[in-house]
């Protein structure tokens, strides 16, 4: 009996002596987008040097199989290694042909869907083969969209507040990069980024707004600048924007606009800079279709996260209406602090017109 136990211990001793002398690190949500990606994987050798074959396996829920991917031979250093460029040119990848085999084979990019990745590393002095799997959900990003400034738009402020829309879906640990830059004579946007020295280039920003950096030079009035925004995590770009451009221009369809007893155009506000709202927004709008609710939302450019509830409902007739909006008893807005309204007219088009709270005196 006690022959049949020591037996059994030294067993136990040796599995666990030879299984799991690699371990693999993989982050699907950045990593899993495609093909490319996996190689991105890191192999943690617990044990001596030796060489490897890496086996991927990249299973859908729905579909099945949709690559398989095999490493010709490769060494395995003690401690962390990355998959050697040579091996991730030389590997043999096939394609099932399933409707997602047949996709990823044309672009390397995974479709939306539930996938499962399994990483299988056969060591040569091992019979026994380390395979680890990562689950994840891919669904893909949307356009990380700019707001203000506008693109093309006419500014006044030379330390101006950028804003965009966040990265959807959201991953932990990512950051936004903010890259501005004087368009100069005869360029366009992208060789003003990738050829001027910026006048904003800042990176770790938390959250998608970024006011004036106060270390800054202030923009110039009537040059022209591009700007764009990157998203990243660690060393690896997650989205870009695209490149918008705007003048630093005060002419008198840039001046703020002060609230009065009149109701402005909503199109020529959108046109202008900026709105100051003293307890009440007033704007003028046309409604050429029958009665209906104004649709409309409010963002908070100094806490993009704050979701701005309880707003007023608005009831449009048809033909001119004289829309004021109270503020002041919502209790959500901040004297000095600035916010988006975006409003949703019958025939498809958006106007955002970007204003300044006051609280009334």
């Not at 396996?57 to 031979?73: A, W, Y």
């Not at 402020?157 to 990069?177: C, D, K, M, N, V």
Request: proline fraction near 6%; aromatic fraction near 10%.
């Amino acid at each position: 009996m006690i022959r049949r136990l020591s037996s059994i211990i030294i067993s136990l001793f040796f599995a666990t002596s030879v299984f799991g002398q690699v371990i693999v690190q993989f982050v699907p949500e950045i990593s899993g987008r495609s093909v490319d990606g996996l190689f991105q994987c890191k192999l943690v050798n617990m044990s001596k040097t030796q060489n490897a074959v890496l086996t991927i396996t990249v299973t859908e829920r729905k579909k099945g199989t949709v690559c398989v991917i095999k490493t010709p031979s490769f060494t395995l250093i003690q401690g962390t290694n990355g998959v050697p460029p040579s091996a991730a040119r030389n590997a043999a990848i096939q394609f099932p042909g399933n409707s997602f085999g047949q996709l990823t084979r044309i672009n390397h990019q995974f479709a939306q869907g539930d996938y499962e990745y399994c990483f299988n590393v056969k060591l040569a002095q091992s019979d026994l083969p380390e395979e680890q799997c990562f689950s994840y959900v891919l669904a893909p990003f949307s356009e990380l969209g700019l707001m203000e400034p506008a693109n093309q738009e006419k500014i006044c402020e030379t330390r101006p507040i950028f804003s965009w829309q966040p990265l959807i879906p959201g991953i932990a640990g990512s950051y936004y990069q903010l890259v501005v830059a004087e368009i100069k004579q005869g360029q366009n946007g992208i060789e003003a980024l990738n050829y001027n020295l910026p006048a904003i280039n800042q990176s770790g920003i938390i959250s998608p707004i970024l006011p004036y950096p106060a270390v800054a030079r202030v923009l110039e009035k009537g040059k022209r600048y591009a700007w764009q925004v990157t998203v990243y995590k660690d060393r690896t770009i997650l989205n870009r924007s695209e490149i918008w451009s705007f003048t630093v221009d005060c002419g008198e369809e840039a001046k703020p606009v002060v609230a009065d007893n009149g109701y402005r155009d909503i199109e020529d506000l959108s046109r202008g800079n900026y709105y100051i709202a003293a307890g009440v927004l007033k704007f003028a709008l046309v409604n050429p279709y029958a009665p209906n609710d104004l649709k409309y939302e409010i963002v908070s450019l100094s806490n993009p996260d704050k979701k701005i509830r309880r707003l007023p409902k608005v009831k449009l007739e048809t033909g001119k209406n004289k829309v004021t909006i109270d503020l002041a008893e919502n209790g959500s807005f901040t004297d000095g602090s600035y916010y988006i309204i975006k409003v949703h007219l019958a025939n498809g088009s958006l106007k955002s017109l970007r204003f300044l709270y006051q609280d009334v005196q």
